[in-house]
Each structure stands twice: as C-alpha cells, then as structure tokens.
C-alpha cells in the first residue's frame, strides 16, 4: 500500500493506547495504523525484516524472547535496547549490525515521564524506516522503500541508539509538516515549540543548546542575529553548538522533518548577512568543531569547519607548513569555503576554493557525503566540491574540509611603493603581474583616504598618497631580493615617488597591521559616534582597475563622502570603506549602486569574496543574467526541496518556479516577529 491507504494515529491515540499487538509506523513525522492490514505474511514475520529475528537487536532488553510481540516496555528495558541498523544493498538483504546501547534519559527541564514507547530504525541503502510498536511486514517494507523516507532521528528526537522519547509520542513527532510541493511564493516553516527544542537536547547536550525562551540565552541569541555587516539582525530560535559530524546530522535531520529553517554559522565576521538567520529557526554554531589531522607527505590537512585561518597556521608552523589563503578577518576555514575568500595573499597562494582539495558535507536531509577523494587528479564525474564552495551554506553543511598546504618560507621581505596617482600605481602591478615575480606573495593597495585614515588610527606619518605594500616570501633572501630589484624597476618606469625596501619582512607588520585594519581605521574616520561602515566587494580585470577606483573615489567625494579603498589591487579587487551616519544611508546606497553597475559593465563581480547574502541579491542578476540565476535556483530546489537550508541568501527562491527572480518587490517574513522588505531593484532590506 501507499501511506495515503493508512489510518493516520492521533495524538490523543499516541497517548493513550497501550494494546499489545498494536502496530504503528512513523513516516516523515506522522503515525500510522497497520494493525488492520492484510498481509499474506501474517503478523508471524514481526521483526523478520532487516534480520530482527528476537535474538539480536532486542536480546538484552528481551532475553525471553516470546515477549517481543507488543507494544510498549517499561523504561528499564527500553534503557538496554539495543537498535539495530540495516545497512543492506538493497530492500530484502538480511546482513545487519548493530549500534550501542545508551541510557534512555530525561530531556532537560520537563517533568513529564519518558514515554515507554517502543522504537525499531531499519535503514536500507538511503531509505530509513522507523516503526513505533512492533511489526512491519517485509513485503509491506520493499513496497514502501521507494515511496517514503524517514530520518529516525529527526523523528524522535534520539540518536540511532537507544530509545528516549520525550514528552508524549506527539511531543517528539510533532505536528509540524514539510510543506507541500511548490504552489505559492511563501514558505511555511515549522514552528520550534519546547518539544523541538527538547528533540534537540536529546542529541546535543542541554548546555551547547541556547533557547530564545530561555532568558539565560539571551546574550547568545543576541550574539547570533547578527554579522559583521551593516545588514539589520534577526533573532534565531534557538542557538546549538555541536561538537561532531553526528550533532550535525541529527540536528538537521529534525530540521528537515519539521520544516524548520537553519543556518551555519562560522565566526561570524560575514559581511553580506549571509548567517543572519531572516527566518529564525536554528543557528548552528561550528565553531567548536576544530580537530584536525595532517598528512605531511601529501602536502594534505583535514580540518572541521570551526578552527579559524590563524590557528591552523600556528599548529602548522612548526611543521614547516602553511595553508596560504589569508583573509584579513582571521575568519573560520569553514566560512572561508562558504564564500570562497581569499584575501591577501592570492597573487602567490590563490584563492581559498584552489585550495580546497575535498569537502565532507551534510545534506538538507541529514545525509553525509564527501565530494571527491583526497587524490591530486579526479575524474569521477560532477566537481562536487566546487558546487558546494562559495555556496554560503545555502545547498549543506561543509563539516569537512581536505586543504592543500604549502611550504613555510624561510625569508620574509617587504617594501612599500608610494605613487602619485591610482593609475601610475595601476600600471606598476600590471608590470608585477606580467614579470611573473615568484617571491611576490602580497601586493595591496590603500589609496590617499585610506592613508589618512591609516595614520590617524594607528599614529603613522606616512604620505597621504596613493600606496602600495609589497612582501616577498621564498628559500633566500637572494630570490626576494632580486624579484624586488625587478619591482622597484617597474615601479619607476610607471611614475613611482618612492620605493622602499626591506630584507626584514619583520619591520613592516606595523604597516600590514594596519593594512588589516582598514575597516577599524575607516569607523574612526570622521570621529562621530553612530557612524557605520559600508564596505564593498567588487572584483574587475586588472585592465580596468585603474579607472574602476579612480571613478569610484570621485563618485563618492562628489556625493560629501571620504572613500576609503584597500586593494587587493594585484587581483582586481578593491575594497571601498565609507564611513556615514544614519541619515546619509541612502545616498550611499546610491553611489553603490552606480559603482557595482559598472564594475559589471566592465567585465567584473559584484563580489570578489565576501559573498552575495542578502546585500548583492539584485546585483547578480545584472552580472549573470535571467536564466543563470534560473539555473542556480534549480540547484537549490533539488537539493534543498523544503528550502531549510540558510533560506532567503543569494537570489530570491520562491515555491513556485516560475516565478520571476526579480520582481518589483518581496516580502520577507521573519520568524522573529519584524518584517523586513527586500527591494529586489536595490538590493536591500528596509526595516519595517
């Protein structure tokens, strides 16, 4: 039979019934009745499926064994019930194992009884069956495979070991529903209610798991609705930080069941709202997840998402080793994935995604995938792993990373290269770039406001004119030397004021100390309380980025603003920093605008590694067109059907597939109770 031709089972039912013999199946949240279907197998084949045959899965609990027939335990014995897991080939194979036996406990803070309800998981291939009662009948079972699915611990709020059902039957089912298939514009989320909220406590310790409700939360919640941008925050419901693959599954696993809505969350210095989570729900905090494990004769590190860019470097050093992207946010490598950031190093390094060798990923469903093996050369169909980077967590979660490693240099030197104007200082680094300079490993660029503002943050005298910071890294100081004679030469030739050069890389981190904290530096440009920062992205051909800054700073000094740029000029990218207060927003906005619009005229992004979040939804339109935006929401519908998955980031994706990506306007609905509206023409949320 399909599940349409079965007595659905109530809540009060749930409650209340205890008849032995009763047979009950839980699918994708709801209970149904098969005790009064006909099966030519009779109900003699109880437990036959999957090798259940009473003396293996249950013998603990049940070493009479003619007692196995019935549907409820006490809680002692559902306390040494062991579940067994079905990990067959196909529906019918009869090889099983079985996984630990573990306590049934008491979700934290309810009072209410554990139910003494009996739970079996089956899993065959991919589909995951999980019966309450005893009784399935194996035809009933190949029959059904195909047609549904069930995560056993998205169900049950329990961890394929051991049995603890919280509440009541209807507290852990719950009654939230996935919603239906794509009709409308609208997304209808779950609700989390307490009993979610204990579903999750009961596979992550009640102390890494933070509930809104809660007011001992609130500093977390607080903490977690926001990023480093200028985007307005959003309060999760409820904040989790689990410490392994596992956590991760199971959480997202009750997310997938009750159609609640997460968001993954590295160190949270995002500057697009990209782990702002607009919809509520759950925030998963990966920071805590840091082990690592290298492979020195591959030139190969394994890392969870939560260890940051600084820390793997350091545990790396005395290895002789490094990984080279270098983003200046000390961001998590896990969020340097999800947008594919880069930073200042790229020139010699490259980005964080030529990086990446392979990544382990959890689905919207709670499955566990690896995107390719830990191999130099792969073909072995779809590039996975390039899917997946630069995704912002939109199609899973990057739990996993294989990272390429590089040499520790042994000589660090640097020098700095004042110039008359942008365009003079433009043309030396296309002569750096064509020399093909080996030992080049950082070439940024901060022009005459972001001099200004570098020397009334960190108390530095230098020209206010148009900069640009050079280090070279290699085996001897005579290779660096000698690619920064080849510098020094093409910086003259292209108008260079000054060329000053160091052996001792060491004597200029004051000055990429500042480099890094441009954005810092720019807050306390005009010395005014309140004023925020809007920082920008874009990316062009180095062929143009000369007159791209240049119309740039004279757009925004002509509109009263100070434009503060630091460049990764060697790659095209440029990073303007405009300090304003509240009421100068607008006129902001319109600049960026005009600025992103011919970034893209001229061949670029609209960004180069911060990401799309919710600032640049409108401008990938304009950058990739109708029906490449079509294209990556077909992406998104296919794996993430319910649309759970970080929702509402990098394009718009409404439940009708037709409907057009740009309309004049969308409005947001946010779990937290404020209604923001996403002006698709702008690129915006206005508060409401």
């Known amino acids: 039979p399909s599940k349409h031709d079965l007595r659905t089972v109530s809540a009060e039912e749930l409650t209340q019934h205890n008849e032995a013999g009763s047979l009950w199946i839980a699918l994708d949240g709801i209970v149904y009745d098969l005790s009064t279907f006909e099966h030519?197998?009779?109900?003699?084949?109880?437990?036959?499926?999957?090798?259940?045959?009473?003396?293996?899965?249950?013998?603990?609990?049940?070493?009479?064994?003619?007692?196995?027939?019935?549907?409820?335990?006490?809680?002692?014995?559902?306390?040494?019930?062991?579940?067994?897991?079905?990990?067959?080939q196909k529906p019918g194979d009869t090889q099983s194992t079985h996984g630990m036996t573990t306590p049934v406990s008491q979700p934290p803070g309810s009072s209410t009884p554990?139910?003494?309800?009996?739970?079996?998981?089956?899993?065959?291939?991919?589909?995951?069956?999980?019966?309450v009662g005893i009784g399935l009948w194996r035809g009933w079972f190949d029959g059904m495979l195909d047609a549904v699915r069930c995560s056993p611990t998205a169900c049950f709020g329990s961890l394929a070991a051991g049995v603890a059902l919280s509440h009541t039957a209807t507290a852990v089912l719950g009654s939230n529903q996935p919603p239906s298939s794509p009709t409308t514009d609208t997304w209808e989320y779950g609700e989390v209610t307490q009993e979610f909220v204990f579903s999750i406590c009961a596979v992550v310790d009640a102390g890494r798991v933070h509930w809104k409700q809660n007011p001992e939360a609130q500093v977390e919640i607080k903490r977690h609705s926001r990023d480093m941008s200028f985007h307005p925050p959003a309060k999760p419901d409820v904040v989790v930080y689990p410490v392994s693959v596992a956590e991760v599954q199971a959480v997202v696993r009750l997310c997938d069941v009750h159609a609640v809505p997460f968001v993954a969350r590295g160190a949270g210095s995002g500057l697009e709202g990209g782990a702002i989570p607009y919809q509520g729900g759950v925030v998963l905090d990966l920071m805590r997840m840091k082990s690592k494990k290298l492979f020195k004769e591959d030139m190969h590190v394994t890392v969870e998402p939560g260890i940051k860019k600084s820390e793997l470097?350091?545990?790396?050093?005395?290895?002789?080793?490094?990984?080279?992207?270098?983003?200046?946010?000390?961001?998590?490598?896990?969020?340097?994935?999800?947008?594919?950031?880069?930073?200042?190093?790229?020139?010699?390094?490259?980005?964080?995604?030529e990086n990446v060798v392979s990544l382990q990923v959890v689905t919207p469903r709670g499955e566990l995938i690896q995107t390719r093996s830990r191999v130099r050369k792969s073909s072995t169909g779809y590039n996975l792993t390039a899917l997946y980077l630069g995704a912002e967590g939109t199609l899973g979660v990057i739990v996993g990373l294989t990272l390429k490693l590089h040499r520790l240099p042994r000589v660090r030197s640097g020098a700095f290269v004042v110039f008359e104007s942008i365009d003079s200082a433009a043309q030396a680094v296309i002569g750096f770039v064509h020399a093909t300079l080996l030992t080049l490993c950082?070439?940024?660029?901060?022009?005459?406001?972001?001099?200004?503002?570098?020397?009334?943050?960190?108390?530095?005298?230098?020209?206010?004119l148009p900069t640009i910071f050079l280090e070279f890294r290699g085996e001897s100081a005579a290779a660096c030397e000698a690619d920064a004679a080849v510098a020094e030469r093409l910086a003259k030739a292209s108008g260079a004021r000054e060329f000053q050069f160091t052996s001792e890389g060491s004597k200029l981190d004051k000055l990429w100390e500042a480099r890094r904290g441009c954005y810092l530096a720019a807050m306390a440009?005009?010395?005014?309380?309140?004023?925020?920062?809007?920082?920008?992205?874009?990316?062009?051909?180095?062929?143009?980025?000369?007159?791209?800054?240049?119309?740039?700073e004279q757009d925004f000094k002509t509109h009263g603003f100070p434009c503060i740029i630091c460049a990764h000029i060697a790659d095209g990218n440029f990073h303007c920093c405009i300090p304003y207060g509240k009421e100068e927003k607008a006129r902001v906005q319109e600049v960026e605008h005009r600025m992103i619009s011919r970034a893209v005229g001229m061949g670029g992004t609209v960004s180069g590694e911060h990401g799309v979040g919710v600032g640049k939804m409108a401008e990938i339109l304009e950058e990739h067109g109708q029906n490449?935006?079509?294209?990556?929401?077909?992406?998104?519908?296919?794996?993430?059907?319910?649309?759970?998955?970080?929702?509402?980031?990098?394009?718009?994706?409404?439940?009708?597939?037709?409907?057009s990506v740009a309309g004049p306007s969308q409005q947001v609905v946010l779990h937290s109770g404020h209604d923001f509206e996403l002006d698709s023409t702008a690129g915006t949320y206005t508060h409401d």
Not at 45 to 65: C, I, K, Q
Not at 634 to 656: E, M, Q, S, Y
Request: charged letters at 20%; glycine letters at 8%; hydrophobic letters at 35%.
């Open 442 to 464: 950082r070439c940024e660029l901060l022009n005459a406001d972001g001099m200004d503002a570098t020397n009334k943050k960190y108390n530095t005298s230098l020209d206010k």
């Open 313 to 353: 470097n350091q545990w790396l050093e005395p290895e002789g080793l490094l990984f080279g992207p270098d983003p200046a946010s000390n961001p998590s490598i896990g969020g340097m994935a999800s947008t594919s950031g880069s930073g200042l190093s790229t020139i010699m390094y490259g980005t964080t995604s």
């Open 40 to 88: 030519p197998g009779g109900q003699d084949t109880l437990l036959d499926v999957a090798g259940f045959d009473g003396t293996s899965a249950f013998l603990d609990a049940h070493p009479e064994g003619e007692n196995i027939i019935r549907s409820t335990f006490t809680a002692e014995e559902l306390a040494r019930v062991t579940v067994g897991r079905f990990e067959g």
């Open 628 to 659: 490449h935006i079509d294209l990556q929401r077909a992406i998104k519908r296919a794996l993430d059907p319910k649309n759970v998955c970080n929702p509402g980031k990098i394009f718009t994706h409404p439940r009708n597939p037709k409907s």
């Open 525 to 552: 440009y005009n010395n005014r309380s309140g004023d925020a920062v809007y920082l920008s992205d874009t990316c062009v051909p180095i062929s143009r980025i000369a007159e791209m800054i240049s119309t740039t």
């Open 114 to 131: 554990v139910s003494a309800r009996t739970v079996v998981v089956v899993t065959v291939a991919s589909a995951t069956v999980a019966v």
